[in-house]
Every structure is written in structure tokens, then in C-alpha cells.
């Protein structure tokens, strides 16, 4: 049973420049949410999809954008990275009830430079 | 954004020895969640506290929801090498919709 998958593993990027992370979510479940992980810290929410819509969005600018395909599988996209967006970014699915358990992805690590 | 209080930051124990961590908040959370992430992965439940007061346990592993909903702590029994790793808490509110909020993580090192 393949769990989350996340592309690419490690990437980077130069100042100013666009970057597109994948995410493919656990088999049956319907909801992926996007997270961004600094060195040393807690994940912090950045958005979640569901029904290929941006269900609910923490407090991350709009150069911070998604996308959610039919078949569940999701994108992040950020422009004009700065230096501050280098971190670990992980893909998380669930079920759409919220309040459950995510299971979570082994991230994407983008290094701006 | 906010986060939860998660102490302590680091600790350094013997193989065998038992091991407690905590989370505090300065609200109510509905659902507590002990998550953990080895080097180059991604975080990995352990538990889900889902009650007031539930006490939870996964092999060496216990947890419980604090009866104020403000807290959670998280035990260790006995620990091994393997154990080594950031042990993160992460809570939910209904207020809150989908999202978790997340501690800074309790970076655990274990000496054989």
C-alpha cells in the first residue's frame, strides 16, 4: 500500500525563480494539505485541497498557490522565492473529515539560493 | 504562526531509561496527536488522543489528553537506540477547520 509521495525529493532554486512540488496522497483518501517545515521547527499549514478546491489557507502569501487534479494528487507552487522559503515541504492526506490523523509525505527539501 | 509550547527541546538519555514530554497550549484543543520524524522523512503518527483525560498507549509508547484539553504528554519506557529522533505534538480545534498546529519538537538522543 504506497503511502504519500512526494517529487521531487530534494531541489534547488535561485532567488526570484518558480518552483512546482508534486504530491500523490495515500490510496483512498481524498484530501491534501501542504506544509512547510523550517530547520528546527514545527510544520506550519499552508493550505489544504479538497475537491480540487483550496479549502482552507494559514498565513502564507499568495505567491504560495496549489492545485488539486481528479485524482486527488496535488501541486505547490511558489513564486518569486526568496531566501526565507528554503525548508521542508510536506504534502499530508487524509480523509476529508477533519480533526483525524495525516499521513504525511518525506517531503520535498528546496534550498534558495 | 502559532504554535504549541513543547518541552523539553532536547534530551539526552541512557538506553533503558524511561523518557516524558509535554505540550502545552494557552487554548483548548479537540484532538492531540504524537507524531515523530527521523532524518530526511517525513512526521509519523504514533498517537491520536481524541478525549479529555484518554490515556493511550502504542507498545512502549503512552500519551494522554489533558483534562483541560491544554495539554498532552507523551512517555517513553524503556528506551532503545531506534527511539532517537524529533518526537513532535501537533493539536486540532474545530475552530481551526483542517489544520494542525504543530510543536517545535523534542529532539531525543539515546546512548547505547
Known amino acids: 500500500d504506497a503511502g504519500v509521495t512526494q517529487s521531487p525529493t530534494h531541489l534547488i532554486k535561485t532567488r526570484g525563480q518558480q518552483v512546482t512540488l508534486r504530491c500523490s496522497p495515500k490510496s483512498g483518501h481524498d484530501t491534501v494539505s501542504w506544509y512547510q517545515q523550517a530547520l528546527g521547527q514545527g510544520p506550519q499549514f499552508i493550505f489544504q485541497?479538497?475537491?480540487?478546491?483550496?479549502?482552507q489557507r494559514g498565513n502564507f502569501p499568495d505567491r504560495f498557490s496549489g492545485h488539486q487534479f481528479p485524482n486527488y494528487s496535488s501541486e505547490l507552487n511558489v513564486n518569486a522565492l526568496l531566501l526565507g522559503d528554503s525548508a521542508l515541504y510536506l504534502c499530508?492526506?487524509?480523509?476529508?473529515?477533519?480533526?483525524?490523523?495525516?499521513?504525511f509525505g518525506s517531503g520535498t527539501r528546496l534550498t534558495v539560493v | 504562526g502559532q504554535q504549541l509550547n513543547q518541552s523539553p527541546q532536547s534530551m539526552f538519555i541512557q538506553e533503558g531509561e524511561d523518557v516524558s514530554m509535554n505540550c502545552t497550549s494557552s487554548?483548548?484543543?479537540?484532538?492531540w496527536l504524537w507524531y515523530k520524524q527521523d532524518p530526511g522523512e517525513g512526521p509519523v503518527l504514533l498517537i491520536a488522543?481524541?478525549?479529555?483525560?484518554e490515556l493511550t498507549s502504542n507498545g512502549r509508547l503512552t500519551a494522554q489528553f489533558g483534562i483541560t484539553r491544554k495539554d498532552s504528554f507523551l512517555n517513553i519506557s524503556a528506551s532503545i537506540p531506534s527511539d532517537v529522533g524529533i518526537y513532535f505534538c501537533a493539536g486540532w480545534k474545530e475552530t481551526s477547520g483542517s489544520r494542525l498546529t504543530f510543536g517545535e519538537g523534542t529532539q531525543l538522543t539515546v546512548n547505547p
Open positions: 488522543l481524541y478525549k479529555a483525560g
Open positions: 499530508a492526506s487524509s480523509l476529508s473529515h477533519p480533526g483525524g490523523g495525516y499521513t
Open positions: 487554548s483548548i484543543f479537540n484532538t
Open positions: 485541497y479538497y475537491e480540487e478546491e483550496e479549502r
